[in-house]
């Protein structure tokens, strides 16, 4: 392997081994705590277009199969681990893990104190970077640096044509903003079938589909660059009962007047308490976000905050009291982390009638 | 919920003594427990009868009852404290037992004691066989199949039914005799057939087989709202099929996908859910290498031994959380003590690797199986944190203390290929080192995983040191390739024997190129959040994240894995020399590696390393702190081993200096100082060669103590009697040349006597005396100890005190020192000086009252003893007596020989007092665990040479009631000095023999002493392993013998239960 580097906005570098993608890797770089799951993380459209360190060191140890797959492909930029096994072992290795990078073009960067990086962005926040062969020239780097930040990732993610899947009772329109493969599972597994739509279609096609309930999606980048689909969700709130996950949480609520914020550095792992004020319960939950709603936005609205993260107190789901609609930060869906938040599908199928 | 309202006072249960299975990590747990509740305000009670814990100190109870723990004496305690409620999981499966006999007995409504946490209910849930079979049904999670059955036919049914391989096991036939692993029909009929017959009822249990399949536990937490958390996944190396307690276990699991960690995550907090348990809780379950099939094999409704690793191994103080689920608290109301910024309602995310390596008790036991199964043989444990999974395992290795710097056994180098191969089948001790063999010699993962199980991940790993290791050997050794091996872990020794240079200049190379250590912090979740816990580990990485203070700081070493000869009683001492130096206002250091213990919980000194305590590791902290010096004489032989190469590497060694201590080991130096100083001790030479061993022995004359001079702590040492057995000796047990003296003294028959003492320099502190009830002989370790001394005269005291003096002074002690003398016919005379804390010093702290480790830090930190306010000299005797008896884990052991001699055989210790000496006696014994008879049979089998003492043991034992049986020798010549003795059956003599009458219960105790010296004795050794097996005492020693007799008989119209506590031994006595 020949040696490589990431390199920090702010000048840091971490030196380590380099490998898959004949590409430079350039976009903001974040980190995810989960201890399992790489694959799941990997193919997750919600992290299009940035550079991901893993803060555990071994990584690849049960190798690749498609089953874990969440997305069409992996749209990381880069990524960064610590050790990557050479020697998979687990009855559902199909392919290892080096060789699922190298095909999916993800230039990788091996070998590093990731720990040095996590600690970095814990402290400055999210930062861009970029990954480069080590003997790149200053001035390039700093070129690739300076290039603008990329937005609206939802493009590249989102489902380009109309899918159905499922053959339940209950039918679900869900505007794929890049969602996760799980969630699709969970609502068929729930008795729905489902009609998957691309991220811009707008209100008045999805409501002659006449579903029962409408679903909005996880997904990469800001809320704020998906000004049309916001548009486009007003039109759907009341109509049908809605439930959203994670970006579906942040376009709903920019859609009822409230505001989302980027975060320091995000929740991205699988080991997220979140309490659910209606019940007092605690939920270990899989999250993925760097932007928030803001809770002073919601003062005088109707909207009641019905989750908050245990380990910072920001908002974690809301529901709204004008329309039949519901929606968390999180992932409820698992793949990778925890189970145990099935309640919220449920919910969902009551609020379409479909509890009895 | 917040504290439960009605909550004032709590009771808790500690775990006792150090056995094999249940050690050092309750004395963390229970430590922890009591803390937190006096956090709250609440007033605790503690009884624990081992006198070597943190948790006995008077400053972690309110109320501290060093007792037996024992139905009668905890309702005793209740009585007399009138607590409201009760917490029982803290202290293993003693507290639990205790707890549920509590209940069961009435005493707990009766007192109207509530018990806080897990409900008795969810505990029997977890812990009946039947009980927990049905709950798992009920919630869908599977259990290994299994029927019970009394014929073949039916045994073959199930066979049909499940498929194999099964387990057949025997119903009640000791040690699981006839039962196996059975393959097919054939198999299954054999054995079933032979364990039908072998089981006193008939019955077999057969069960489906899970051997070989991945074992898992999780570390599960719930609150009284019904909030769960998992702590921590852990993966064993070893797969299913050897005790967790004896594998060497990862942790986060490995080898599992995501889909199956949250598969086994979600299974066990369904279980735990439906248990109903409140506060932490272990479950261990199988899955199949093959499928997504699994199997739960066992829940512990309790705090265990995996808490405490899976605690060290994240930062999430299990025990506290449990401790404050129990008064009423939910998760999201106590606080992360790691962060104390978030709340302990998460789930711990590493990003590291730790590996939880064993350390069994083979080297003492040199006899026993050292196959591992089921039951539990290790002793103590290291813990190995890292960011591979190479080094992890090489530092673990490191940790051991076990002669090794690698993952290499140079006694298996001599063995050939065919040897290796035959070896990777045995399941024991070695294994991983032989696994390690076979690859080395080109051996394939693949045959070596068809064997073992073992997944080829780990295997991997292993073949990642070894191509390493080739690699050293055959390239140029450049910074880069230097630095990748130390990324693996492997030690500057080992880089340096590959390369032929030695560990300092390798070291030298390394620090040349930069290439250092980096330390990393263990913060529960991954650098995510900030966190103020200063615990750290090593790895050779980009940056470190230690921040070095200006202040003055002392690093302590720990002393290690639990083992025989080194229990927690030196982690007692590191932690209070660490509490001692926070006093003074130095900033305090500490390097272990034991995950079991209190000193390596992240709240006791300011910083803690979790390393191994080899030189390069603890030079490299040093390093990078740049510490005043380092305290060795807690840290047990560990540290003091360490002292000589670190003061060579120009570290100051504070208190006595390398040169008292190597005075005090080194044999000639010790006889220059003894002459100076005028202190006689027994006879003795040092020999090179066989004849010589002959000529000194006929000098010093019979009966010699025989030993090599190069093994510490009564390793290979014997008493021999004549020409014969030192013959044999020299011949079996030890190998005599120029490099490996034997030394040979006179064995002085007489009373032992211990003293520990503390040395400013000028002046000498005697907190107290201490005497053995057995003679000279038995290992110190395992003798009876009683303080104050009961039989001494004045002028014996006078000269204890005055040689005591001359030897720290001569030494120049400053801090501890240790001395054990005989006296026989009014003279005292050494047998061995230590310069350091001794076994028996937290015991001596807790009866005299004087904090030893404190005053004798101070000491090495130049306080004088005037200047702390303590008088020298012997202190005054006090009113009451305290008992230190030795408690043994034979049953854990097989092939052992149970009887007494100079090595040390025992695991723990228990301490009870009484201002009447036969009460303190007869309730150490109580505690240590010996079922004191009130009926049956006494049998005396003993050697030729103790039956004059045998006749007064027999006749008291005769006055008392019970009816003395005796084999043949022994019985004539008691009868004729007066004692009828029934005549008992050897074994050797045919049916309805000794064993016999010790399986039908006709025989209460077994008093037996043998021949010296060699194992010929099987009939002795048979009657000895059969009274392990059927629980009853048997006394090796005349002297425990004559004064479990005397004691007996003065407690017999009198009361045995009374309690009092450790705050009240002065006061009312």
Known sequence: MKKGKLVLKDGSVYEGALFGGNRNAIGEVVFTTGMSGYQETLTDPSFCDQIVVMTYPLVGNYGCNPVFNQGKRCFFQGYVIGDLCDCPSNWRNEQSLEQFLEEQNVPTLVGVDTRAITRKLRKYGVIQGVIVPADMPEAEVQALLAMPEVHNQVKTVTTPEIYTMGDGRLHVAVMDYGIKQNILNYLVSFGCHLTVFPAYTSAEEVLRYNPDGIFLSNGPGDPKDLPECIEQIKKMMGKKPIFGICLGNQLLGLANGADTYKMKFGHRGINQPVKDLQTGKIYISSQNHGYAIDEKSLEGKNIRVTHISCNDGTIEGVEYLDHPSFTVQYHPEACPGPGGHEYLFQRFIDLMGGGK | ?1069
Request: aromatic share 6%; hydrophobic share 40%; charged share 25%.
């Open chain 2, 1 to 1069: 919920m917040p504290k439960l309202a009605n909550i004032k006072k709590v009771l808790v249960i500690g775990s006792g003594p150090i056995i094999i299975g249940q050690a050092a990590e309750f004395d963390y747990a229970g430590t922890q427990a009591c803390r937190a509740l006096k956090e709250e305000g609440l007033e605790v009670v503690l009884v624990n009868s081992n006198p070597a814990t943190i948790m006995t100190d008077v400053n972690i109870a309110d109320r501290v009852y060093v007792e037996p723990i024992n139905a009668e004496f905890i309702e005793n305690v209740i009585k007399t404290e009138r607590p409201d409620s009760l917490l029982a999981t803290l202290g293993g499966q003693v507290g639990l037992n205790m707890a549920m006999e509590l209940e069961e007995k009435g005493v707990l409504s009766e007192y109207k004691v509530r018990l806080l946490g897990t409900k008795i209910d969810a505990i029997r849930r977890g812990e009946d066989r039947e009980y927990f079979k049905d709950t798992m049904e009920k919630i869908h999670q599977p259990v290994p199949e299994s029927v019970i059955v009394e014929t073949i036919m039916a045994a073959c049914q199930f066979g049909r039914k499940i498929g194999y391989p099964l387990i057949v096991r025997p119903a009640y036939t000791l040690g699981g005799t006839g039962g196996g692993i059975v393959e097919n029909e054939d198999e299954l009929v054999d054995i079933v057939q032979k364990g039908l017959s072998y089981s006193p009822i008939g019955q077999c249990l057969i069960e489906r087989s899970i051997a070989g399949w991945k074992e898992i536990e999780y570390e599960v937490i719930r609150d009284a709202a019904d909030n769960c958390i998992t702590v921590c996944s852990m993966e064993n190396l070893d797969p299913v099929g050897v005790h967790t307690g004896d594998s060497i276990v990862v942790a986060p699991a490995q080898t599992l996908s995501d889909k199956e960690v949250q598969m086994l995550r979600q299974a066990s907090i369904d279980i735990v859910r439906e248990l109903g348990v409140v506060g932490g809780c272990n479950v261990q379950l199988a899955l199949d290498p093959y499928s997504d099939n699994y199997y739960v094999i066992e829940v512990n409704p309790r705090v265990s031994r995996s808490s405490a690793l899976a605690s060290k191994a994240t930062g999430y103080p299990i025990a506290k959380v449990t401790a404050k689920i129990a008064v009423g608290y939910n998760l999201d109301e106590i606080e992360n003590a790691v962060t104390k910024k978030t709340k302990a309602c998460f789930e711990p995310s590493i990003d590291y690797i730790v590996l939880k390596f064993p350390r069994w008790p083979f080297d003492k036991f040199v006899t026993a199986d050292r196959t591992l199964g089921t039951q539990m043989k290790a002793t103590g444990e290291v813990m190995a944190i890292e960011r591979s999974f190479e080094a992890a395992m090489l530092k673990a290795v490191r940790c051991l203390e076990i002669g090794l710097r690698h993952l290499e056994m140079p006694e298996l180098k001599s063995l050939s290929d065919d040897e290796i191969r035959a070896k990777i089948k045995n399941i024991d001790d070695e294994r991983c080192f032989v696994v390690a063999e076979a690859l080395r010699r080109g051996i394939t993962m693949e045959y070596i995983h068809d064997i073992t199980k073992i997944d080829l991940w780990f295997l991997s790993k292993i073949n990642n040191i070894v191509k390493m290791e080739q690699k050293l050997a055959t390239e140029e050794l450049t910074p880069e390739l230097l630095r990748k091996a130390k990324q693996y872990g492997f030690a500057d020794k080992v880089i340096g024997n590959i390369v032929s240079k030695d560990e300092f200049e390798i070291r030298a190379l390394r620090k040349a190129n930069g290439i250092i250590p980096t330390y990393k912090m263990v913060d529960t979740c991954a650098a995510e959040f900030e966190a103020e816990t200063p615990y750290y580990y090593s790895c050779y990485a980009q940056e470190d994240e230690v921040e070095v203070t200006p202040r003055k700081k002392v690093v302590v070493l720990g002393s290690g894995p639990i083992r025989i000869g080194q229990g927690v009683e030196f982690d007692y001492c590191s932690v209070h020399c660490v509490w001692a130096l926070k006093d003074m206002g130095y900033e305090t250091i500490i390097i272990n590696n034991n995950p079991e213990t209190v000193s390596t919980d992240f709240d006791i000194a300011d910083k803690l390393y979790f390393e191994p305590l080899t030189v390069e590791d603890v030079l490299n902290v040093i390093d990078k702190e740049q510490p005043e010096g380092v305290i060795v004489q807690f840290g047990g032989q560990t540290a003091i081993n360490l002292a000589g190469p670190l003061a060579k590497q120009g570290v100051k060694i504070l208190g006595s200096s390398v040169d008292s201590i190597d005075q005090a080991e080194d044999r000639e130096r010790f006889d220059e100082l003894l002459t100076k100083c005028e202190i006689p001790r027994p006879k003795g030479h040092t020999c090179f060669t066989v004849e010589g061993a002959f000529e000194a022995a006929h000098d010093v004359g019979y009966p010699a103590m025989v030993r090599p001079s190069y093994v510490l702590g009564g390793r290979a040492m014997e008493i021999v009697y004549n020409d014969e057995e030192l013959d044999h000796y020299m011949k079996y047990a030890v190998k005599v040349n120029n490099e490996h003296p034997v030394l040979v003294d006179h064995y002085i028959m007489g009373t032992e006597v211990e003293v520990d003492a503390i040395c400013d320099g000028k002046k000498v502190l005697l907190p107290g005396i201490m005497q053995h009830v057995e003679r000279t002989g038995v290992h110190s370790g395992d003798s009876i100890a009683v303080y104050p001394p009961r039989s001494l005269s004045e002028h014996i005291i006078e000269l204890i005190i005055d040689y005591t003096n001359r030897m720290a002074l001569g030494l120049e002690v400053k801090g501890m020192i240790n001395v054990q003398y005989i006296v026989r016919d009014e003279q005292l005379y050494v047998i061995e000086v230590n310069p350091r804390s001794s076994r028996t010093v937290p015991f001596l702290s807790k009866v005299t009252g004087i904090p030893m480790v404190d005053v004798a830090t101070k000491c090495a930190m130049g306080v004088s003893l005037k200047e702390q306010g303590y008088r020298a000299g012997l202190q005054l005797f006090p009113d009451y007596y305290a008992v230190k008896a030795p408690v043994f884990s034979f049953n854990k052991m097989s092939n052992v020989d149970i009887v007494l001699g100079p090595e040390m055989k025992s695991t723990g210790e228990v301490m009870c007092a009484d201002y009447k000496y036969s009460r303190a006696l007869y309730k150490a014994c109580v505690a240590s665990g010996i079922n004191v008879p009130h009926e049956g049979a006494i049998l005396m089998t003993v050697a030729d040479m103790d039956k004059p003492e045998a006749v007064e043991i027999a006749r008291g034992f005769e006055e008392l009631g019970f009816k003395v049986m005796a084999t043949k020798g022994t019985a004539a010549y008691l009868k004729e000095h007066g004692v009828e003795a029934e005549i008992a059956i050897k074994v050797s003599e045919g049916p309805n023999n000794i064993i016999d009458d010790i399986k039908a219960g006709i025989i209460g105790m077994v008093i037996n002493t043998s021949n010296h010296g060699r194992d010929a004795d099987r009939d002795g050794f048979k009657i000895r392993r059969s009274t392990v097996e059927h629980a009853i005492p048997c006394l090796t020693s005349m002297d425990t013998a004559r004064e479990l007799q005397r004691v007996m008989s003065v407690m017999r119209r009198r009361r045995v239960v009374s309690v009092v506590a450790l705050q009240d031994l002065e006061d009312e006595f």
